[in-house]
């Protein structure tokens, strides 16, 4: 599996944005780069996946390098209930079915 | 609520006791995976089901674990004769058939405590 590397832990203020970085050097062509996060007592919630281009959703934004080596989670206006580990996970479009989880990185939101 | 639901949400046995875990997925997905996860850890991949059918298996299923999907519907993870190391948060997931993107609806997890 090919290897993410994130911080392990990021602070904000609210309503403030958030940038969230993920390294991932040995990215494979086929590799899609999916964001999830996990709040405080619960599983895991999906955020955001993209291939190469830039991707907007309503939670948040993922920029993605050109080269792909890296990618950048965008949460645009921070609040108290986006406290959570964000997972940054590379997922091979021709071969997993899973997740393959890090250590992720521990956001925390002050008010 | 037509999330993915897990019984029971918490769990504590004695060491050597067996134990079984319920996962329902959400209606018409079709896959279903089980995950564990330890503290300040994330969850790892424990088992991939299709249907009924167990297509994976995680090195950390140990011949004391067992996973069933009977009828494509619920599933069940039992652990035999647990030890201590056992103890952990057990996740499941559903998804539909969408190719490698599809996203995974995780329930809330089931906890262990093995004394």
């Excluded at chain 2, 037509?2 to 949400?9: I, N």
Aim: some cysteine.
């Amino acid at each position: 599996d090919a290897k993410t590397t994130q911080p392990n832990s990021m602070e904000s203020n609210e309503e403030e944005p958030v940038h969230l970085p993920c390294n991932h050097s040995t990215i494979s062509g086929t590799d899609y780069i999916h964001w999830y996060r996990q709040l405080p007592s619960q599983g895991p919630e999906y955020v955001i996946h993209g291939l190469t281009s830039n991707v907007n959703n309503r939670m948040a934004s993922l920029a993605i390098a050109e080269d792909r080596k890296s990618s950048t989670l965008i949460l645009h206006r921070a609040t108290l209930r986006d406290a959570a580990v964000y997972y940054c996970i590379l997922r091979d479009v021709g071969l997993d079915y899973k997740l393959s989880f890090g250590a992720g990185t521990t956001v925390t939101v002050r008010a | 609520d037509t999330g993915v639901s897990q019984d029971p949400r918490h769990k504590i046995t004695k060491r050597g006791q067996n134990v079984t875990f319920r996962c329902d997925p959400i209606s018409e997905h079709n896959r279903l995976y089980w995950y564990r996860q330890t503290l300040g850890q994330g969850p790892e991949f424990l088992t991939y089901f299709q249907n009924e059918a167990q297509l994976e298996k995680s090195r950390l299923l140990s011949d004391r674990f067992s996973a069933e999907r009977p009828k494509g519907s619920f599933s069940t993870l039992e652990i035999q004769r647990t030890e201590q190391g056992d103890s952990a948060m057990y996740l499941c997931a559903s998804s539909t058939d969408r190719g490698f993107t599809d996203t995974q609806y995780f329930g809330p997890g089931t906890r262990l405590t093995v004394l």
